[in-house]
């Protein structure tokens, strides 16, 4: 009764309820108006602080830009320097000691100790050396002015470079090097500039492991010493300050610094060369080609820059409007990107590219339909309609170079530097706008020069169909093989080359004998794996199935999904849960040197002279077809202590060492049961294996079968 009594309630309650009151009806929606009847405010006129810079007791110059707008205070010190004055076998020496000047901290601080200074009252100090120029520069509130000061004159002028930071500069550089060729536009625009600027020219040469590796401390002190000194340097600073009152404060902070150096020499000429043909890298894991065409371009105070970028914004400066943009990709939709552009620099020629990218099977065609293009293009003046676009573009833009104090006062600097005029950028603003359509047609004619162009294309082999010789160009590959560094070889001759085959013989007696490890053709090792983190170890489950003489599979069980991987000797291919593709790259070099790094192959080399060579202490280097490992063997029991080796690490390459613990015997023959692997000193890894099946009749299409 209560529940019905409540019901009855309930509904009393709605029917009390006054009738709702209509909605009012909603208005109209304005209208909008066209798009092109829209009106924009013209751009703000761009005005340069009138700046007089003045010279300190000790030579530096100094740019001083006040701006009262907020409580912060920022500078930079511009030194002439730069990776092209790199001796040639020790490339990267420029990058890593601009890095190092930060992180290795100064004489009275630790990097780490700078580091915790500079948070605590959230500025900062920072470094560098680029192609050009060496740069030094702070940030802070105002009320920190003197203490970031000084940490940025101590980094500037007294930098420390610790050991343990140039050790783990080079790391990060070889890790640079060994990820290079992963990106196709990346190797594009890489070997597009390599080839152009002579790969003999420090504006061509490619840092490698082993240049990285020749670089030591005294190298990094050197170079410090001989191009940062007061007056190779530039200091502008700008922020809220009082003009005098930092100028006192500069003189004061830098007047202990007296270094003298003789002048820093002219950056190396770059030679004008053309380079004409098609320059083809193979990269089997794309399924496009990534394109750059061109030559050398240009410097900035060449009377025709203007008409010349101008040019090139009509020519590629839209993807979809551009000369370029319309033909191929919007009307025959070649290319899933294109843009050209006319680059310069302040004292070396730039570089004119076409850059995009387009399907394998479009290749030849979407090339060929370029270069007809740019035909048209040198004979064909600019319409008014893509005249003005092309100005519009650059000019409207221009604004943006002066959008913050750092930036007006950046290019103050940078004009001082390179020794142009205060008012250049407005020389340029008014050439630009005075361009016409005679000027584009006459600089494209003069300077571009379709006979001369470079071609460099990243693709899949095989892919491009018709092939590149149907553009009648002579085509080259690109080697993207990365060296790796010289390893030092032990002496040899013939009494320790036949110890090292006695050794080896005796590992291989100690593991079973020749004829047993010769009778094994084919095995199943299960393996548990626990796997070193980050976030710490991580546990996972490993088949790997052997077959003689090189053929292995390896499926490995992982917390986020299974990795396949399959390797017959020649070729193979790899399937994750990201996707599957052909074995290549850094994966299949590991499984050529896991092949032969495979205790019973060792074993089998004991016969073939010359391959084994005793070092000492029970070592014997092995080395056959351009790999090579040291087996560190027992010379009383002849069974294997451990091997030591270069392998390819995330920092690059790195010396491995794998030990076995224990063994288990299976089919007359000894398998490592437990492993611990170590890359850098540290463990990565450490491997159980429960059993060890053999000749179990496998075949190369069932281990070749992809899950």
Known sequence: MKSIFLAVMAVGAVLAQPAPVAAPPKPAPAKKPAWNTLKFPLLREVKIPDITPFTLPNGMKVFLLPNHELPVVSGFALVRAGNLFDPKDKIGLADMTGDVMRTGGTKSKTGEELNLQLENIAASVEANIGETNGRVAFNCLKENTDEVLAAFYDVLTAPEFRQDKIDLAKTQQKSSIARRNDNAMGIAGREFSDILYGRDTPYGWQMQYETVDRVTRQDMVALHQRYFFPKNVILAIYGDFDEAAMRSKLEKQFAAWTVQQPPVPEFPKVNPAAHPGVFFAGKDDVNQTTFRIGHLGGILKEKDYPALEVMGSVLGGSPFTSRLGSAIRVQRGYAYSIGAFWGANYTHPGTFAIAGSTKSETTVPALQTIQAEIEKFRTAPPTAAELKTAKD??????????????????????????????????????AVEAVTPADV??????????????????????????????????????DLTIPEPKKPTAVSDATSLAKGSDLLRKMAAALGGADKIAAIKDYVQMVDLEIQGPQGPMQAKQTTRWMAPQTIRQDLVLPMGTMSNFYDGKSGWIKTPQGEGPLAGPILKQRQHQLFRNLLNLAKLASKPGVANYVGDGVVEVSDGGLSTRVVIDEATGMPKKQVYQTDGPGGPAEAEEEYVSFLESGGVKFPQRITFQQGGKVATRASVPSVKVNTGATAEELAKKP
């Open 441 to 478: 047609q006459r600089v494209a004619k003069e300077y571009l020069k379709p006979e001369n162009f470079t071609y460099v294309l990243v693709g899949k082999t095989g892919d491009i169909k018709p092939p590149l010789s149907a553009l009648n160009m002579p085509v080259s590959n690109i």
């Open 393 to 430: 573009k650059i000019l409207n833009a221009f604004v943006f170079n002066f959008d913050s104090p750092s930036k007006t006062l950046g290019r103050l600097v940078n004009y001082e530097y390179w020794g142009y005029p205060k008012d250049f950028i407005f020389q340029y603003q008014k």
